[in-house]
């Protein structure tokens, strides 16, 4: 005897595509404890995974545009160090020409 969801016989992971042939009257009273299957928490996560993957380019150009502003950022540190270093040397420049 072949049973659903066993290997002679894989349940299909979408409810649509099952055979009706897979269907079977269940051994189990109506009244039992044991939960009907549901598939709802299956096509949540589908849903769940296919708005991921749209929000993907979403997620890309903010992580690029982010490190463009720390690129800038870190370029215009630079600067200012370079500046910094350049102002200290014309200083140091002056001091000696007036101490001369």
Same mark, same amino acid.
């Given at each position: 005897?072949?049973? &659903?969801?066993?290997?002679?016989? &894989? =349940? ?15 051994? /189990? ?16 996560? !589908?849903?769940? !995974?296919?708005?991921?993957?749209? =929000?993907?380019? /979403?997620?890309?150009? !903010? ?5 463009? %502003? ?7 540190? %630079?600067?200012?160090?370079?500046? /910094?270093r350049a102002s200290l040397r014309a200083r140091r420049a =002056? ?6």
């Amino acid at each position: 005897m072949s049973l &659903p969801g066993t290997i002679d016989l &894989p =349940l299909a992971h979408d409810p649509t595509k099952q055979e009706p042939t897979m269907h079977h009257a269940s051994p /189990e009273p109506s009244g039992s404890a044991l939960p009907a299957r549901t598939t709802s928490g299956a096509i949540t996560s !589908r849903q769940n !995974r296919n708005l991921e993957m749209q =929000l993907i380019p /979403e997620v890309l150009a !903010r992580a690029h545009m982010h490190d463009g %502003r720390a690129l800038r950022l870190a370029a215009a540190r %630079r600067v200012q160090r370079r500046a /910094e270093r350049a102002s200290l040397r014309a200083r140091r420049a =002056l001091a000696m020409a007036v101490m001369h």
